[in-house]
């Protein structure tokens, strides 16, 4: 079965996008994703993305990490989907509906509600998520929220100055974190602008996290060092978070996200190459 695929990026953040709305596709397993994720072996990128019809929303979007893992959100791929979809829309995901809006070359995402108990990140014990008692070398004392998917956020005086290449599989993959976690490190760029690299669950360092920056972003107005909005900058470009909630419990606002995607370029492949 040939199988056409879009290319897309958030600030390089990049997806391989099956759109299976109108014409359904085979079930997407996470080896097929870890193998068309491949870039030596496969088309390359850091997430796979399939779009699907949906009961609940316009349409279903599912989010595979390079490493065949499925998770609840990806910041970057919805506004790139928003701008392949071409208008407003209300997406199913896994970690909650998010509502999608393209513009002139870039998009704004409504990403929810944050969450900050220690059960919905979640963590494997009771802990304060604004101010954990651990550390890793020399990360310490995060913050950690869940904005569809779970993230950690450590602020440091040089975000560039951590060896994250080093540190990130260990916090990954701690066993405080019961479903891995997405690893942030942040530092104060100026006033309400965060530096912030990531290394992410599932797929490693990349050069921009949407739902990172969204984390990140709503731990800082949490810790008042930035109000809102905050300008976020990634190795891959910047991103714009604004977010209201500002209180101690779960986040009275949606997250609203604002920043670039586009299309890379379009191919297609034998499904039974990679299944
Ligand atoms: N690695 C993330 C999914 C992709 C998130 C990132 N690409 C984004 O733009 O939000 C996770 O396992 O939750």
Known sequence: MRVSFTKMHGLGNDFVVLDAREASL?????????????RRTGIGCDQVIVLEPSESADFRMRIFNSDGSEVGACGNASRAVAILHGEAARV???????????????AAVDMGLPRFGWEAIPLAYAMDTGAMPVGWGELENPMAVN??????????????????AA??????????????????????AGPDHLALRVWERGAGLTRACGTGACATAVAAIRKRLVTSPVTISLPGGDLVIEWDGGGSGDGAGPIRMTGPASEAFRGSFEWDDFA
Do not use: K, Y
């Open 26 to 38: 085979p079930d997407m397993t996470g080896a097929m994703a870890r193998a068309l994720a491949d």
């Open 92 to 106: 199913e995901t896994a970690g909650g509906a998010i509502a999608v809006e393209p513009r002139d070359g870039c």
């Open 147 to 164: 904005v569809g998917n779970p993230h950690v956020v450590f602020f440091v005086e040089d975000a560039n100055a951590v060896d994250l």
């Open 167 to 188: 540190l990130g599989s260990g916090i990954e993959n701690d066993p405080l974190f019961p479903e891995r976690i997405n690893v942030n490190v942040a530092s104060l």
